[in-house]
């Protein structure tokens, strides 16, 4: 998977997460809250590994 989609993938995890949470937040639904916690901090990490291999494409770029 390349650095963008990784990012891509983040992003749009991170914003379902939010939704998840907002659902969850407005009918008390504790599970739900908790998934959408989970899915942004998975959509972070989805975004990080994007962003490392973009360091790394770019450091192998300039040798």
């Known amino acids: 998977m390349s650095s963008t989609e990784d ?3 983040g992003n749009l995890n991170e914003a379902a997460g939010k939704v998840k949470q907002g659902v969850g937040e407005a009918t ?3 599970r739900m ?3 959408g916690q989970r899915q942004e901090i998975k959509g972070d990490a989805q975004q990080v590994k ?3 291999k973009d360091t790394v494409k770019k ?5």
Request: glycine share 18%.
């Open 33 to 35: 809250k908790g998934e």
């Open 50 to 52: 994007g962003e490392a």
């Open 59 to 63: 450091g192998v770029d300039r040798t």
């Open 7 to 9: 990012k891509m993938k």
């Open 28 to 30: 008390d639904n504790e």
